[in-house]
């Protein structure tokens, strides 16, 4: 017998080719529970979350299940207590789809559309909260896959069957930019500069009339992409000892702070590595390239990443295991920060086994530590960053020590560990200043402001937190200039000044999103301040939009402590469902301080 479950659009269960029907939409609702699970659930929990309206709800839950096994023809499923949640791998499952590895890209395109598609269950509104959060979370990751099956087509050649990915990736999500300039790139790069400029077109329009912004240069210039490559001016140069010139010369720039003198000479280099045909050297250079669009140029990362998957064929063809543990790593990066946790985890992974230093390892597992700090998971988190410390000092990377300390003082201030972040923050700011590493002082100065500020030494907190501000202008980077930007806002709140408080809150918000490529969770850090400042202030109109938009950009990017803390500013505003919800959604997130505001 064929079994086939669909939950991705309108739900279904076929066998041997033929519908089975199921009785009630709480059978499709704890079903689609059970196989999105975590872990195994316990009846009880289980009953109180889609059945807590019934005279017996562990009888309704007994019956239901039964009507599960009967429409699967499987009457061995889902016993025990915690209900068992596997289905077995003869059974196909479009879930699955989302997250086998490695990804079938044909079946990526065959998916249908959100989770229980046209289904609520409005008498069980803990159900509907996890629903609507997991409805985000699904189709993000799905749209993570496309992407990442579209410019794995691109690196390969195959740009053609790129534009299929990319076009269904957009239609997931047409208010990303990134979606916009993927499809762009890849109808450039196939030859079609006339369909890649109609899409610009299509672009420019989507963003003006819903979000109100300006498409960013990086989006019309993709429809230029062909040429882009080995476009900069100047005298050619010829010769693989001509390449690692420029490719040192574009990399010192870049560490200088001449961007783009820096990229000129790294397109050159990936030129004439074509030209010389050293296929090693083209990956080098091309990983050069993407790694410095990713981390010295804003708005680039679309741009970036896929130079990047082409460095990865090109070392693999090579046998570069270092390039493509870089190539692997930096592609990591750029998922964590656009909050695609999956295909960041996936990528992170792959780097992992290609390391063999302890300068790279600490390089992965500071990212890896991200993205699980990102997530809400900080046991994961201070295991990665603590090691990546560790890893740092013993090679004398000593900028990777201060990233992986900052990094680490940040997940010990979320949980309110004040004593361990102030000495993870002391120890990255006197590495910083030891390299004169100008370019990332304003994170750390921030944590220490925040430290200040929750000691109540509001002047000390103003002179780091505007020290950070205007570094972090000079700078441009959207992520430091958010950050201080929120942090000045609660310190004029903490001050009683909370006209200037709304007034910095919402230019932070402004400045951490004036770019496509943002860091998610920076974004997600600014709207908590500045909705936890409206509800205190009594301002609920304002409160609303902003808490639906954390809500929104919480579940779609994976970042479960912020889905969380979105409820209980639900719950502040009046939603009598909202504080169960937060309760049921926080289950396994390990952080005593969101534990308390979880039990008031």
């Not at 780097?351 to 809400?376: F, K």
Request: net charge negative.
């Amino acid at each position: 017998m064929t079994l086939t479950i669909r939950l991705l659009g309108p739900p279904a269960i076929e066998r041997d080719g033929r519908p089975a029907p199921v009785r009630g939409r709480k059978a499709w609702a704890l079903l689609a529970y059970l196989l999105l699970a975590d872990r195994p659930p316990g009846r009880r929990q289980l009953a109180e979350l889609l059945f807590g309206d019934a005279d017996d709800p562990l009888g309704a839950l007994r019956w239901t299940l039964a009507e599960l096994r009967r429409a699967l023809g499987q009457p061995g499923l889902f016993g025990g207590d915690p209900v068992a949640t596997a289905v077995g791998p003869d059974v196909e499952v479009d879930l699955r789809v989302v997250t086998a590895e490695p990804a079938d890209p044909a079946a990526l395109l065959e998916l249908g559309g959100e989770l229980l598609e046209g289904m609520s269950v409005a008498s069980s509104p803990a159900f509907e909260s996890w629903l609507v959060v997991e409805r985000h979370r699904v189709s993000a990751v799905v749209e993570a896959r496309l992407r990442q099956a579209a410019m794995t087509l691109l690196a390969a050649g195959r740009a053609e069957a790129a534009v299929a990915y990319a076009s269904k990736a957009l239609a997931r999500n047409p208010l990303e930019e990134g979606n916009h300039e993927l499809l762009v790139r890849s109808l450039a790069t196939a030859g079609d500069r006339a369909a890649a400029v109609r899409q610009v077109a299509v672009a420019t329009d989507t963003l003006r009339r819903e979000l109100g912004v300006e498409p960013s240069p990086a989006l019309r210039d993709a429809a230029d992409i062909p040429a882009a490559a080995g476009s900069a001016t100047g005298p050619p140069v010829s010769g693989r000892a001509a390449v690692r010139s420029q490719l040192d010369a574009g990399q010192a720039a870049i560490a200088a702070g001449a961007v783009q003198a820096g990229l000129d000479s790294l397109r050159r280099a990936v030129a004439e590595a074509v030209t010389c045909g050293d296929r090693a050297l083209q990956g080098q250079a091309l990983a050069a390239l993407g790694g410095a669009l990713v981390h010295a140029v804003r708005g680039r990362d679309e741009e970036g990443a896929v130079a990047l998957h082409e460095a990865i064929a090109l070392a693999a063809e090579a046998g570069d295991q270092a390039t493509a543990a870089t190539a692997h790593r930096e592609l990591g990066f750029v998922e964590v920060q656009a909050g695609r946790r999956r295909t960041a985890d996936s990528w992170l992974a792959k780097a992992e086994a290609l390391a063999t230093t302890d300068q790279e390892l600490a390089a992965i597992g500071g990212v890896r530590g991200m993205n699980a700090s990102d997530m809400g998971d900080y046991p994961a988190a201070l295991r990665h960053l603590e090691t990546s410390v560790e890893q740092a000092r013993r090679s004398a990377a000593q900028r990777q020590q201060a990233w992986s300390l900052a990094a680490l003082a940040r997940a010990h201030l979320l949980r309110d560990e004040r004593s361990q972040a102030e000495i993870a923050v002391a120890a990255a700011l006197e590495l910083v200043h030891e390299q004169r590493w100008m370019a990332f002082l304003p994170w750390p100065e921030a944590l220490q402001g925040e430290l200040e500020l929750r000691a109540g030494r509001l002047e000390a907190a103003g002179q780091q937190f505007e020290h950070a501000w205007s570094l972090g202008c000079q700078i441009g980077d959207p992520c430091w200039e958010g950050m201080a930007g929120r942090a000045i806002g609660l310190t004029h709140a903490r001050r009683g000044d909370h006209p200037a408080a709304t007034t910095w809150l919402a230019e932070a918000g402004s400045r951490c999103t004036r770019v496509p490529d943002r860091y998610q969770w920076v974004h997600g850090h600014v709207l908590d301040a500045a909705i936890g400042h409206a509800i205190d202030r009594g301002d609920a109109e304002r409160a609303r939009p902003l808490v639906t938009a954390l809500a929104s950009l919480a579940a779609r990017c994976d970042m479960r402590e912020l889905v969380v803390r979105a409820h209980l500013h639900r719950h502040r505003l009046g939603d009598h469902t909202a504080l169960a919800a937060a309760r049921l959604l926080a289950g396994d997130i390990d952080n005593p301080a969101l534990a308390d505001l979880l039990s008031r």
